[in-house]
């Protein structure tokens, strides 16, 4: 089809999203996200200029990253700078969180030099209830008319911007928790232990709240489970230090009746050190499934749509997705809850379920929701291998597993349990042995807010 130079091209939507998915992916950075958002605005939305512009810390100023200049060309911007009480359009759509504004027939600027006519549209981007920034364009150059379709691709598309930028600062801020851990790991094993006796204390505090009960018997149990691995690496390493010092004994002798004895020694010692190895990962592992648990305490419920939040997460998933079949419902349910709760409950259960089908001929999980009387659910139903009557009663235990050695430490759907109970829901599973799995997280029916 041909097209007027004055017409905006139809985006669909779904292919957005995977556009927008492929090259989110590949980022490495904020500044990426950033440089890429404006990139897809161009060559994917087919907008004229795009920019994004971000919130300071202090949220007093408007700084600039990329953005694009009056031949449509994309532009750095990071000298770019303003005050946020000099700029009413800004502060404004701040007031109207996550809403699309768009005027018509306006002079537009470029570092505040008019530069022509036309429509401008911006959108604030938020992380729960704090603004990170906003997502900028216009029309400029080829002059196409606003339509109610842009409007949506528009908003569809600063929505995606905003989930994958937090995405990305969250993945760097644990990238860094985890490389730190990794490189200080034996000099930090006091640390760790401070890290234990804080979460008993922490325990005892919680407990005068309801919600906070659901994790004290989690957290105890968390600390002990620490403790061992670094009670076994300590005795080992005093083992290897003893050790080391009589087969330096041995060799110096230097006589044919001890060499054999030192062999058998190191034998021991390379035993001992394989051991110390896996201890320092287990506690590695357990660590690195607790970092999301930093800031969900103070995460506040928020309202969004489901059907898109299971469909971006689904998206999301590095690997499994191909299992996956989403049976989901035309009409939209929106609830408020934690975001991120919501989210890390799910992929834990979502992540057993792709374990679980991995080695079946016809692997599937479906995902689905539903609405009653009394709750509001999703649900994961698997193909795979089950869970046996003996097991079913203790698969929420923390540190339970069926997995081999190495490939679990029994945290996931202990985790998702209490994460639920946090929000006043709950997790329910049946099992058929080597037929299906489903478990079932459920919420009060108040959470729905479109009814």
Not at 27 to 42: F, P, W
Not at 180 to 202: H, N, R
Not at 209 to 231: C, D, Q, R, Y
Not at 406 to 435: H, T
Request: aromatic share 8%; hydrophobic share 40%.
């Amino acid at each position: 089809m041909q097209l007027n130079s004055s017409e905006q091209p139809s985006v669909d939507l779904h292919w957005l999203l995977s556009e927008a998915e492929h090259a989110f992916a590949h980022c490495k950075n904020l500044d990426d996200i950033c440089h890429e958002a404006v990139q897809i605005s161009l060559n994917v939305l087919c907008i004229d200029r795009a920019g994004i512009l971000l919130l300071s810390d202090d949220q007093t100023k408007v700084k600039g990253t990329w953005g694009t200049d009056k031949n449509g060309q994309i532009k750095d911007e990071h000298d770019l700078e303003m005050s946020l009480y000099d700029n009413h359009w800004m502060k404004d759509s701040l007031e109207q969180k996550g809403a699309l504004i768009v005027k018509e027939n306006i002079p537009l600027t470029s570092y505040d030099k008019e530069v022509g006519t036309g429509w401008n549209a911006i959108v604030s981007i938020w992380h729960g209830e704090k603004p990170i920034g906003w997502f900028a364009c216009d029309n400029l150059i080829k002059g196409a008319p606003m339509t109610a379709h842009l409007k949506d691709v528009i908003a569809v598309f600063g929505t995606i911007f905003g989930q994958w930028y937090i995405r990305k600062r969250t993945e760097m801020e644990l990238h860094e928790l985890t490389d730190t851990l990794e490189q200080q790991i034996y000099e930090k094993t006091s640390e760790l232990q401070a890290t234990i006796d804080s979460l008993s204390s922490t325990q005892s505090e919680l407990v005068d709240t309801e919600k906070a009960n659901a994790l004290s018997h989690f957290t105890a149990g968390v600390a002990h489970e620490i403790n061992n691995p670094i009670s076994f690496i300590k005795s080992n390493l005093s083992y290897i230090g003893k050790v080391s010092s009589k087969v330096l004994e041995s060799i110096e002798a230097l006589n044919l009746d001890s060499l054999n004895k030192p062999s058998q020694m190191l034998k021991e010692v390379d035993q001992v050190i394989d051991e110390s190895v896996e201890g320092l990962d287990r506690v590695s592992d357990i660590v690195s499934l607790l970092q999301p648990l930093n800031k969900l305490a103070d995460e506040e419920p928020q309202v969004f749509d489901v059907k898109s939040s299971i469909e971006f997460y689904i998206m999301s998933l590095e690997e499994g997705s191909e299992y996956v079949d989403l049976i989901l419902p035309d009409e939209p349910i929106s609830v408020c809850l934690p975001l991120q709760v919501f989210t890390l409950a799910l992929d834990n259960i979502v992540r057993n379920a792709v374990y679980a089908v991995k080695d079946k001929a016809n692997p599937k999980i479906s995902v689905y929701y539903f609405k009653d009387e009394l709750n509001f659910g999703v649900s994961v139903l698997d193909n795979g291998v089950g869970i046996t009557e003996e097991d079913l009663p203790n698969i929420f235990n923390a540190f339970f597993t069926t997995k081999p050695v190495g490939e679990g430490v029994g945290l996931g759907l202990a985790l998702s349990e209490n994460l639920l109970k946090m929000v006043n829901g709950a997790v329910k599973a049946k099992s058929v042995l080597n037929e299906s799995t489903e478990f079932t997280m459920l919420f009060p029916k108040e959470v729905v807010v479109n009814e």
